[in-house]
């Protein structure tokens, strides 16, 4: 990269076109980081593109089997990458040589909205580099927030520390690994920042037996306040409660790759190279879990921009183009631009016209409804708190109804066994939203957790997943089980359900073996 780093600043046309659109964007209320925008070729940009949007990653064959996918991708005409934006502070964006002027100015509008949601949206909150990876309260900030998101800073550092094992240990060694640690990557609590630090028991604390409770009595009533069926009960109960604090761990433990980095018996760089993909993965996540919001955000914003602001009267026709191509919904897949924007605008309609609270839904009257509009003028002001307060699945919840269903003609699809293809299985706006929520739900991953570190007693690992109507694949499982014993190096077991049978998964390093279970 170093290469060209000093030959990708804007040219002064962009840079004037960028100081104006900054200006709009911060009058309309916009609230970003500083944004530094750099000029790339398109090999350049796939380079960028393939290690994450960042110009520096830790060494790995995927970086150089993703580029060229880009470059092909490009070269066939198949696909084109318009920008990229990376949540840092300050922000850095990407924009493409040999665009149009008017695509210039459509991305950089993008850009700032994007950069709004992240500095806004609660669920950056925990790539906040300076509050230590806990963040208690995310909706509550400082008036000059300002926080340390030097995460171009932070990928290089990891590709330093990833180049010195490699020195070291050699590079097949290393990537072996890392190709086991990206098989799990995504076994992370999502909200760990947000979950505080649990407190761990103190191991020089005092041992002894614990004096039973007892209620207070006169000397003379010991017997009948307290009888000795109840203080058995008691010492009962503390004895449960003792014989679970033993447990290991005392709580399911969702976050998986956190339990290994603490408990697995792994060597120094081990550790090193697994504590880099699990920072990594935890990076990522706000974008998985605000994939709708932020597009459908950044879209409503550069929509408003450019029509209200930039454009002149020979752009609009490229801009519509352009545009059109954005908002396009192929068959069988979910355009998160097209809706998060119709979604948004929703919302600032029914605010805006007074269509919420308890009146508004006790009201039976269609015709009514048709031309309810209290004038109460409070849509700018609701889209601004939803950006800072939902993310993708609390968004579709609240605000999807069965009339944005219908007016934007939602389905839900399926393969027909039948007639071997996909077809649509219903219309139905509850069926529409379940399904919806469903794949946005843990952006589709399964729920895993550590229930035992010593299974049986005999060092063994074991793990839950938590079926909510879909079965593992079996074939995944077992991959995943592979890696999770390269960094456990003792067997582990998967307590799931297949064929709505309870049933044990477990590798022991050599081979795969499946029992039923009775829970």
């Not at 920072?279 to 605000?290: D, K």
């Not at 609701?382 to 307060?389: N, S």
């Not at 690992?461 to 079965?471: A, Y």
């Amino acid at each position: 990269m170093s290469e060209f780093a000093l030959k990708t600043a804007l040219p002064p046309y962009l840079r004037a076109e960028q100081e104006k659109i900054s200006k709009i964007a911060a009058q309309a209320g916009l609230d970003f980081f500083p944004t530094v925008f750099e000029i790339l070729t398109y090999d350049q940009m796939n380079e960028i593109a393939a290690y994450g949007g960042f110009p520096n990653r830790y060494p790995h064959w995927r970086y150089g089997m993703e580029y060229e996918r880009l470059s092909k991708s490009y070269e066939y005409g198949l696909s084109k990458i318009y920008e990229m934006v990376i949540n840092n502070n300050p922000s850095y964006a990407y924009l493409l040589e040999g665009n149009s002027l008017v695509d210039q100015k459509l991305v950089m509008a993008h850009v700032y909205a994007h950069v709004d949601f992240f500095k806004n949206n609660y669920c950056f909150r925990s790539t906040d580099l300076d509050t230590g990876g806990r963040t208690v309260n995310p909706a509550a900030r400082p008036a000059n927030y300002d926080p340390n998101r030097r995460w171009i800073d932070k990928m290089a550092n990891h590709g330093a520390r990833v180049r010195k094992h490699v020195a070291r240990w050699g590079i097949n060694r290393i990537e072996e690994f890392v190709d086991h640690c990206l098989s799990i990557e995504n076994l992370i609590d999502p909200h760990a920042a947000f979950s505080g630090k649990r407190t761990r028991p103190d191991p020089d604390a005092d041992d002894s037996a614990p004096e039973i409770p007892r209620l207070k009595s006169k000397d003379y009533m010991e017997s009948f306040i307290n009888p000795e069926e109840y203080l058995e009960e008691q010492r009962q109960k503390m004895a449960a409660q003792k014989e679970k604090a033993k447990r290991f761990p005392e709580h399911p433990e969702r976050d998986v790759l956190a339990f290994l980095l603490e408990h697995a018996p792994l060597e120094r760089w081990e550790r090193d190279v697994l504590e880099v993909i699990r920072e990594e993965a935890l990076y990522f996540t706000p974008q998985m879990q605000t994939k709708i919001m932020n597009e459908g955000w950044a879209t409503y914003w550069h929509s408003k921009i450019m029509t209200e602001k930039v454009l002149d009267a020979s752009e609009i026709i490229d801009y519509a183009e352009n545009a059109a191509g954005v908002l396009a919904t192929s068959g069988g897949r979910l355009n998160p631009y097209k809706l998060g924007v119709e979604l948004f605008r929703n919302v600032e309609e029914r605010w805006d016209k007074g269509q919420f609270g308890k009146e508004w839904e006790e009201c039976d009257d269609l015709e009514a409804k048709k031309n309810w509009n209290l004038r109460t003028g409070l849509g700018k002001k609701k889209l601004f708190e939803v950006r800072a307060l939902y993310n993708d699945v609390t968004f579709i919840d609240e605000f999807l109804t069965p009339d944005f269903c219908r007016d934007q003609k939602l389905f839900s699809f399926g393969w027909s066994n039948r007639n071997e293809r996909y077809e649509i299985e219903s219309r139905e706006f509850k069926q529409v939203k379940e399904k919806l929520l469903f794949q946005l739900t843990n952006a589709g991953n399964p729920f895993i957790y550590v229930e035992e570190g010593n299974y049986e007693n005999k060092g063994e690992l074991l793990l839950r997943h938590d079926h909510q109507g879909v079965d593992l694949r079996t074939d995944y499982a077992r991959e995943v089980l592979r890696s999770l014993v390269r960094v456990w190096k003792r067997p582990v077991n998967l307590l799931t359900v297949l064929e709505s049978k309870p049933t044990l998964l477990r590798y022991d390093g050599k081979e795969h073996s499946s029992r039923a279970t009775k829970s």
